[in-house]
């Protein structure tokens, strides 16, 4: 199992940045998806970003395509999404997810992934 602990949520007006952090501890592989979803009252939780710490790759969700960036130290088993020229509509509970099941992590359907952060709260004001 992994234990992951997210960390940097907040509040932000529109056209800002804010930076997540997961801390990752416990049974951790070197070669595996990881990712951030995002949950917004009413709404489905979705995919946001998703890595591949083997090689670098990344997927991202159409909504933040060009604004978020998703990275991962592996040195020091931490994930992070830069989220810039932030919009009301990416205000929501951002969770940090690993431990993805079957061929297809990246297309980030919450119920492949076993281990979730607690999550961390982002409002974004207009």
Known sequence: QVQ???????SVQAGGSLRL??????HTYSRHWMGWFRQAPGKER???AS????????RYGDSVKGR????????????????????PEDTAMYYCAADCSGYNC???KPETYKSWGQGTQV???S
């Open 106 to 108: 990246h297309i980030m």
């Open 51 to 58: 890595i591949y710490t083997g090689t670098g790759s990344t």
């Open 68 to 87: 978020f960036t998703i990275s991962r130290d592996n040195a020091k088993n931490t994930l992070s999404l830069e989220m810039n020229s932030l919009e």
């Open 46 to 48: 979705e995919g946001v």
């Open 123 to 125: 409002t974004v004001s």
């Open 4 to 10: 992951l602990v997210e960390s940097g949520g907040g």
């Open 21 to 26: 952090s997961c801390a990752a501890s416990g």
